[in-house]
């Protein structure tokens, strides 16, 4: 029974270390989710192929299910590595962050039909300073993000996961840092430029 037991516990360590954005994490986060979990059985009309959107409304959430670390190591094991703010919730902080970020990269998408972004976390790993200027890294950003028409709450767009993983070199941080390029700014850049080519390729990619 123990060398059973010890199997099933490297078993699960491996699964939960799996890469940015794992399919049994996202997956947790998603159900525990209580901004989308509920509402995707609800009916969707079909996907238009040019939608015309002004997003008017961001709702980001960080569940609670994803764990976060405060090691200082070279890629602390957790869903959420965010340590350029002051110690505190974490998850408010990447919410903050993400909010902020979402709504600066649509402030610009003038389209006739106001909708509302549906956002929820899964994968939020920046750098640690060890990691930020010795070898370099990636910032993982990863989230399901589901489209709303917000004067009647009608589903255009089924929750999908997007994100991105992003290399930065030790030399490159270096250099943002002399130019006053700190995580956040970089992370919010990546961001904005994600969430603007998302919402407006045209939709025939969502008919599948």
């Known amino acids: 029974m123990t060398m059973i037991r010890a199997a099933l516990v490297l078993t ?17 986060a998603l159900e525990s989710s209580g901004l ?20 008017v409304d961001v709702k980001v959430e960080v569940p609670d299910v994803l764990t976060s670390s405060e090691q200082n190591g070279i890629k602390p094991r957790s869903d959420i590595l965010w340590q350029e703010d002051p110690a505190g919730d974490r998850h408010a902080q990447v919410r903050a962050l993400m909010t902020e970020a979402l709504e600066e990269g ?30 370099g890294g990636e910032h993982e950003v990863w989230m399901f993000v589901a489209v709303r028409d917000a004067r009647t709450g009608e589903l255009l767009e089924p929750a999908r996961r997007i994100g991105f993983d992003h ?42």
């Open 106 to 135: 649509v402030s610009d998408i003038t389209g006739s039909r106001d909708v509302v972004l549906e956002v929820v976390m899964t994968r939020f790993h920046a750098l640690t300073k060890r990691t930020r200027y010795s070898i």
């Open 36 to 55: 989308l979990s509920t509402k995707q059985v609800e009916g969707h009309a079909p996907v238009p192929l040019n939608p015309s959107y002004r997003v």
């Open 12 to 28: 699960a360590a491996a699964l939960l270390s799996a890469c940015a954005g794992g399919d049994i994490v996202s997956r947790n």
């Open 167 to 208: 290399r930065v070199s030790a030399e490159q941080a270096l250099e943002n840092e002399a130019q006053g390029l700190n995580q956040r700014l970089e992370i919010t850049a990546l961001v904005k430029d994600m969430i603007r080519q998302e919402l407006t390729r045209p939709r025939d990619f969502l008919q599948g």
